[in-house]
């Protein structure tokens, strides 16, 4: 989905459907699933963005910075200047 408050266009966010707290505790097929649909997302992003790079966030805790309690990761498109 695209980020409601996005840091650059094409900030998406992919979530789960197993709706956890912490990465730690999605079951290991969701974890499976994750790497492959990152790698896609990632090329779609570069793809649709012409982007320089990405960053993929993932703030695991109300101390690192994570505002909603479902594990999700962040797929920033990072432009040149």
Do not use: S
């Not at 990152?38 to 090329?43: E, K, P």
Request: glycine share 8%; charged share 15%; with cysteine.
């Amino acid at each position: 989905i695209l980020d409601i408050a996005p840091v650059n266009a094409g900030h998406l966010l992919i979530v789960p459907r197993t709706e956890v707290r912490h990465l730690a505790e999605l079951p290991a097929a969701d974890l499976g699933e994750l790497g492959p649909l990152l790698a896609r997302a990632t090329a779609c992003v570069r793809q649709a963005t012409g982007c320089a790079a990405v960053n993929l966030v993932l703030n695991d805790g109300q101390e690192a910075g994570q505002a909603v309690p479902h594990v999700h990761v962040h797929v920033i498109p990072r432009m040149i200047d």
